[in-house]
């Protein structure tokens, strides 16, 4: 059936043929260009999508519309334009009423990907359970929405800063499965991997009839299918806890709590790995996009068997 014309979408010609005709389509988010304000950034992620075989759709909000897949004009002003807010799943509501530019987190990106019709989004890293989360309750909304959105999100595993262990366990009580993709442990952003179990997948075919099969029988909901950081580029594990325990402990003594503790803890792992952060980060994202794209294709293919 011919998808009925969407008054809040804004889609690419190029982005609406490949829905049309089932091409494989990556969707990307536009929080990371206004973190790092380069749009080279945003054309490498955009290229390694598109080498693997898959249309790249980097979505955000501009001119009161959900805009999926920014030219480069509006790729610029993002990377350019100072105090352009995050807009998560909650926040797009104010963000279409308010009419300026709107740069899309995880939950954000997906809940408007969904919208267009993808089934794909890749990002380095995915929000999750804080630390000490099991008495602040500090949740990303990534977690939430990932319950409500079908969608399968490809990562190196949450960020650094956060309980991989907590957000294990908060993504099996929601009944989110997890993939591996050639490794039987959980990435952990530039990390390469944690001691959390997750379901192996050597290949994207085999992960993408998975992901197609839970679809089938579990309705909406977002598969996560975790791709580790290449090993030449990780950051040591034991490095990053020290440094994070530290940076907990100072915080307690400092009185720094709340939305304060994220951004000391960044600090604090960018200054304790002697600048290995940026360098790892872009590994990550470049490896997580190929990988994005090769599974769209396989998705393609494996849906277009039925």
């Known amino acids: 059936m011919e998808r009925q014309p969407d ?60 805009v999926v897949g920014l030219t480069d004009t509006l790729i610029e002003r993002f990377a350019t334009t100072k105090g352009i807010p995050k807009i998560s799943s909650r926040d797009i509501g104010a963000s279409l009423a308010g009419g300026g ?10 809940v408007i990907a969904e919208r267009a019709g993808i089934q794909v989004f890749t990002t380095a890293g995915i929000g999750g359970v804080h630390r000490r989360g099991q008495d602040t309750l500090d949740i990303s909304p990534d977690l939430l929405q990932f319950r409500r959105t079908r969608m399968t999100v490809v990562s190196g595993g949450a960020k650094s800063i956060l309980d991989h262990r907590l957000t294990a366990e ?28 997750v379901t192996r997948m050597d290949d994207l075919r085999t992960a993408a009839r998975a992901a197609e099969a839970h679809w089938q029988v579990n309705g909406p909901g977002t598969v996560l299918l975790t ?68 599974f769209s294709v396989a998705l393609s293919a494996v849906q277009a068997e039925r």
């Open 7 to 66: 008054p809040l979408l804004e889609v690419s010609e190029e982005i609406a043929t490949a829905l049309a005709e089932h091409r494989p389509v990556v969707a990307l988010e536009s929080s990371l260009i206004t973190t790092d304000p380069s749009s080279e950034t945003a054309s490498l992620i955009e290229k390694a999508v598109r080498d693997a075989g898959a249309v790249p759709a980097t979505i955000g909000i501009a001119g009161g519309k959900l």
């Open 101 to 110: 530019l709107g740069a899309t987190t995880v939950a954000g990106t997906i």
């Open 170 to 197: 908060y993504l099996e009580t929601a009944g989110i499965p997890v993939f591996g993709y050639r490794t039987d442990r959980l990435p952990a952003f530039v990390v390469r991997d944690v001691e959390v179990p």
């Open 227 to 294: 791709s580790p950081i290449d090993e030449r580029d990780a950051v040591n594990g034991a490095l990053v806890e020290a440094a994070i325990a530290d940076a907990l402990d100072r915080c307690d003594r400092a009185g720094v709590v709340g939305n304060a503790v994220s951004p000391y803890l960044m600090k604090a792992l960018a200054k304790a790995s002697d600048g290995l952060m940026p360098r790892a980060g872009r590994s990550l994202l470049l490896s997580t996009a190929r990988v994005a794209g090769e």
